[in-house]
C-alpha cells in the first residue's frame, strides 16, 4: 500500500491544502493519506489565537472528507491524530518512525511545500526522515522548476533520497495567516478560501474571532453550517434537495426563499448517533413514539427541525417542513409538501423503480405524487420487513380520501 503524510498547523486547513492532497493523491497513485495536524510545530510558533488542537484535526478530518468526495474515493483521505498524541514538539523523524511501526510493509510518502521542501536538509534527522519516507513535494510553476528539480538532485546524491515532484494544477496562494487575518475582516473572501464544511464549523463554533450571529445568518452562511455537520458524502443529496425544494416552490407558489433553507438544514442531524438523537430530544422536550426511540432514521427529521428553530432560527414554516420531511403527515401545508418531495426525487438519488414517475407527476399534480411517494415508501419498508411509521400510514389514507 502506497502511503501519503501529509503534515502542517493546519490552522485553518485552506483550499491550497485540499488542491495538493488531491494532486498528490493522483499523481502518486496513493491507497491512503493521512493528514496530520502537529500539536507543537517544531519550525514556528502558533499564533496567539491558535484554536485547541482537537479543533484542528475536525477540520483536517472534513478537508480529508472533501477529498474523498471530489476524488470519488470513499476512506482514500483520514486525518490522524499521531501528533497530538505525543508530547512535546511534533517532529517529522518521529512522526514517520511511530508510522512505520504502523505500517511495516507499506511505502510511505512524506509531502512537502515548496519552503519546507528546499530546507529539509535542516530539520531534525533528515537523514531518517529519508530513509523512512519518499519525498513528494509540491512543484508550483515552471518558476519554481529550477530550483526544486536542483534541490531534488542534492537529496538524491547526498541521503539517497526517492524523490518525486508533484505540479499542482492550480496555483492557489493562500496562507493560513491569511485566511485567519479575512474571517475577521471579509467574512466573504475567507470563505471563498476555504472547503465549505470548514467554514461552517469556524462559523459555529465561533473560531478565529469570528462571531456570526447564527440565527441571522446568509443563505451561503446557513449552507456551510449545515453541511459542517453532516459527512461529505451527503453533500450531493443537500444541495440537490436544497435546489429541487426552491423549483418545487416555485412551481406550486411556496415561498422558494423559505423552501431554500429547509433544504439547506433538513439533514443537519443525519449522522448524530442515537444516543445523541435522544438527548436532543429531551432537551428540546420533543415527544416520540415507541418506534422513534429505536429507530435512529427517523429522529434526525425531529432533531434537525429543533436544530433549526433553536439553533438558526428558523421560522416555524421551515421547522415545520423538516420535521414531517422524512414520515410525512396528513393534510401537510404547502412548504411541507413540497420538502417532502424535494428529498424524495432530488438528482443524486439513486434509481429505484417509480421514481422516474414520480418525479414527472411532482410537477403535474403534487397531491398525486405525495400520494405516489407515501405508498413508495410503505411498499419498500413492508418488502424489507420494517414497519412503517403511522404518520406515513395517515398521509397515504388522506391523501387516497382527496383523489377519489
Known sequence: MKIGVYGGTFDPPHLGHMEAARAAAEALGLDKLLLIPAAVPPHKALPPDAVAPQARLAMAAMVADGVNLELKSPGLAEASAAE??????????????????????????????????????TWREPEKIISLAGIAAFDRTEADSGGMEGQARRLRERYGARVALVRLPRVMEISSTQVRELLVRNRVEARALLWCQVYGYILREGLYGVSADLKRLSDDDLRCASLSMVKAKRIPH??????????????????????????????????????????????????????????????????????????????????????WHTTGKADMDLLSKVLYLADYIEPSRADFPGLSKLRKLAYEDLDAALLLGCELTIGDMEERGMPVHTNTLQARDYLKGRNR
Not at 95 to 109: F, G, I, K, N, S
Not at 278 to 298: H, M, N, P, T
Open 84 to 121: 497530538m498524541d505525543r508530547t512535546g514538539k511534533s517532529y517529522t523523524a518521529d512522526t514517520l518512525a511511530q508510522l512505520r511501526e504502523r505500517y511495516p510493509e507499506d511505502e510511505l510518502w512524506l509531502l512537502l511545500g515548496t519552503d519546507m521542501f528546499l530546507s529539509l536538509q
Open 238 to 323: 443537500i444541495r440537490g434537495c436544497e435546489e429541487e425544494a426552491v423549483r418545487l416552490a416555485e412551481r406550486w407558489g411556496a415561498d422558494a426563499r423559505l423552501a431554500r433553507r429547509a433544504g439547506i438544514l433538513h439533514d443537519c442531524t443525519k449522522y448524530l448517533e442515537l444516543d445523541e438523537q435522544l438527548a436532543l430530544c429531551d432537551r428540546y422536550g420533543i415527544a416520540l413514539d415507541e418506534l422513534e426511540r429505536v429507530a435512529v432514521k427517523l429522529l434526525h427529521a425531529k432533531t434537525g427541525a429543533a436544530i433549526a428553530r433553536h439553533v438558526f432560527g428558523e421560522p416555524e414554516a421551515v421547522c415545520m417542513a423538516i420535521y
